[in-house]
């Protein structure tokens, strides 16, 4: 049992991963454009998904409108900045604006972080305000803001889902719903509509794969991880999206990215190992 739960939330976070890269290396090297790929991973991950509900043989769709509104802005985002991002940088953003966003609303709800962890906070905004620092290194603002937004509307989405008796019928029933958003999209950017089959492949892996198999895998492994270990195992996912986009798409592991990625995620790593006052 610890060999599969080891190795479905191993699979799950290259999943995660394999997210950031599979999007920058479609809007990098081909020319399907930013509302063209998020329409095609979001159509083939509800396709996955609800295949997945079917063959499970029990149960049926659920989620909500709010929760797929969530889902789409968090998958437009996501896409946008990445037209601009490389797949660390992207992934290091979205990462630190989920969590900040999350702890923000604990914050709100009553949590009160003690001493250390109020230090890992200014040690996680300290690596994020680095990064984003003008310089050679520093991410195109408006991509960075991008992605940002897609944190918190990642954040607001797994805020909505908590207490889902079935998350994978509620993702599947999610991400059906996002689809009507996409019309609207499409409207505002034809102009910018472009077409192309390498490209179209890599955002149905992304929708399909990455991201419908990949939750999939992910919810079967959840019931057997403590919240603190769900949570910390996550930090995982921007350092390997950072190196998978140095092997794979020859991005540059700068000495900038490293020393943030350091600091954001020690900085995280240290608000979740430290229980918060209730």
């Known amino acids: ?11 799950a976070m290259l999943a995660f991963a394999g997210n950031s890269v599979l999007c920058r290396v479609a809007l990098r090297d081909s020319q399907l454009d930013p509302a063209s790929f998020t329409a095609i991973r979001l159509a083939s991950g509800a396709l996955a998904l609800c295949l997945l509900v079917l063959l499970r043989g029990k149960g049926r769709l659920q989620g909500n409108w709010r929760s797929a509104l969530a889902l789409f802005g968090y998958a437009a985002g996501f896409s946008f900045a990445y037209v601009d991002l490389d797949a660390g940088t992207g992934a290091l953003i979205l990462f630190g604006a989920v969590q900040a966003s999350m702890i923000g609303y ?3 709800q009553g949590e009160r972080l003690r001493p250390l962890q109020i230090l890992g906070l200014l040690l996680a905004i300290g690596g994020l305000l680095f990064l984003l620092l003008p310089g050679a290194h520093a991410p195109q603002p408006k991509a960075a803001a991008m992605m940002v937004l897609a944190g918190v509307a990642w954040a607001f989405y797994s805020l909505l889902g908590r207490g889902s008796t079935d998350p994978l019928a509620a993702t599947a029933g999610n991400f059906l719903r996002s689809l009507p958003a996409l019309l609207p999209l499409a409207a505002l950017y034809y102009a910018h509509l472009s077409w192309d089959g390498v490209g179209a492949l890599y955002a149905v892996l992304s929708g399909a794969l990455a991201s419908g198999i990949g939750y999939a895998i992910w919810y079967a492994a959840l019931p057997h991880l403590k919240a603190m270990q769900a949570a910390s195992v996550q930090l995982s996912v921007p350092i390997i999206a950072a190196i998978a986009g140095s092997l794979l798409l020859g991005e540059q592991l700068s000495l900038h990215l490293l020393t943030a990625s350091v ?12 229980k918060a006052k209730a």
């Open 1 to 11: 049992m610890m060999l599969r739960i080891v190795v479905f939330t191993t699979l």
């Open 106 to 108: 604990g914050w709100l």
């Open 263 to 274: 600091a954001v995620l020690g900085g995280i790593a240290l608000i979740l190992l430290i």
